[in-house]
């Protein structure tokens, strides 16, 4: 099971970026799909992005599709979220997962997490 540790979250001002960070462990990383999804206070985890374990494959959510960009590099066990153009109702909790099996775009093909990240855009 792989472990999983995000970064880079923090407050920043609406339409300033960041860029999240996700720091895998195990050697089975390079053949796993990535996600990312985010918590909103009193909402439901939602989808965000996601990428195969090549990079062959990525799905954006359309709510956020132009402005972020997910990658990974496998030979540093890590993925990232580039956010631009930061909303206010950006603001949520970010979540790594990694994919494994089923449809990229629910939460429940996703069986490992990390502990999240806070984004927080001000107005």
């Known amino acids: 099971q792989v472990q999983l540790a995000e970064s880079g979250g923090g407050l920043v001002q609406a339409g300033g970026s960041l860029r999240l960070s996700c720091a895998a462990s195990?050697?089975?990383?390079?053949?796993?799909?990535m996600g990312w999804f985010r918590q909103a206070p009193g909402k439901e985890r939602e989808f965000v992005a996601a990428?195969?374990?090549?990079?062959?494959?990525?799905y954006i959510d359309a709510a956020v599709k132009g402005r972020f960009t997910i990658s990974r590099d496998n030979a540093k066990n890590t993925v990232h979220l580039q956010m631009n153009s930061l909303k206010p109702e950006d603001t949520a909790v970010y979540y790594c997962?990694?994919?494994?099996?089923?449809?990229?775009?629910?939460?429940?093909?996703?069986?490992?997490w990390g502990q999240g990240t806070q984004v927080t855009v001000s107005s």
């Open positions: 195990g050697r089975t990383f390079s053949s796993i799909g």
């Open positions: 990428i195969t374990w090549n990079g062959g494959m990525i």
């Open positions: 997962a990694a994919h494994s099996g089923g449809s990229y775009l629910k939460r429940e093909s996703f069986g490992s």
